[in-house]
């Protein structure tokens, strides 16, 4: 028996007695509850490959959790330009329709790179359908928006800068505005090497800066893995135990990006109801997509809330209704032929989480929090200055 199994063994035999009803033996009780605290924190003090078997469903990866190792940073005078340039695109609310409404509008540094809103403002402050997600270790993903139809950072930068609804402008606008701007103009030359704008040369900056935004190691959960084993409080050691093992997240929220960057139906595609949406299936027209979102990363959970696609839920609420294992909704009759009737994702399961479960998940959700890191919005270019 491994010596993480055999910690294990006698946390699961501490919990396996049943709560005290006498205040007399209430004291034998907490001493019970602290032996298997430090039993579990001894467990998972060893490093990530010998921790406690976790719960996971047949045909599912098993990617642990761990500290996120972003690939070399390409610290080149060139690159460095283009993060500086695309820092100031993404400030400068003069490249939408508009003149009012910025990347940094929806993607704010003082709200984890979100809005703190349930779904977000556009073009002529009228509300989006779905939350605007955080942007930390957007460099990092896979596919973009909450239906994954961006393949690159690129291409979901173009896709906003020409949504009639979100920042709402025609790129040659949006070339025009910045070519007339000197201070730009010679911006671009640094980076790109010639003065010359185009509207590839803006998707890139705004690209390159946005891959700067990565996690810094400062949470508690990355400083406990660094080894500083008392940065995780007793409730955060429980959580992530409960998290790996009897509330089923690694499932989903695997990997040091606690994301397995797939799209998963939760049963809130309220369909045939006001707030419906039917997700992936209105990328890939596949009807077994209806209603999938991407998996979120959990880092900065602290920071990005409120929760969800529609961004209707706060933390508890998300954990009570995992709890509950999702809404399941049944076919009407007219329904039961629909090809389109959304399937909640079988790896939804009713957990009934105690509170005191409950309350720990909590604590090792919030400590995937890091340090608060303001990126103040810079002095922007002057526009309308054309000639050199």
Known sequence: MTKSLALLLVFALACARPA????????????VEADATRALREAYSLPPAEWPAPTLDAGV???ELGLLVAPPRDTSPETRAKEELGQLLFFDARLSGSGQLACASCHDAELGFGDGRATSFGHGALPLARNA???WNTGLRRAWFWDGRADSLERQAEMVLGNAREMANDPAKIVATVASSRGYRERFSTAFGSK?????????????FERTLVSDGSSDFDRFLAGQRDALSDEAVRGLHL???????????NGPLFSDEQ??????TYYGRELEDLGRYNVTRDPTDVGRFRTPSLRNLGRTGPYMHNGLFELDG???????????????EEQREDPLFPVKSPLLQRLDLAPDERADLKAFLLSLTERK????????PAIGDVAD
């Open 373 to 380: 890191r303001r990126i103040r919005a810079p002095e922007l």
């Open 20 to 31: 005290p009803t006498s205040t007399a033996v209430a004291s034998d009780w907490t001493s």
């Open 61 to 63: 990866e098993h990617r």
């Open 243 to 253: 998290f790996r093992t009897k509330a089923r997240c690694l499932n989903c929220h």
């Open 133 to 135: 997600p955080s942007l």
């Open 318 to 332: 998300v954990i009570n209704m995992y709890s509950a294992g999702m809404p399941t909704i049944t076919p009407k």
């Open 196 to 208: 010359d704008v185009a509207m590839e040369r803006i998707l890139q900056a705004l690209a390159a």
């Open 263 to 268: 799209f998963h139906n939760l049963g809130l």
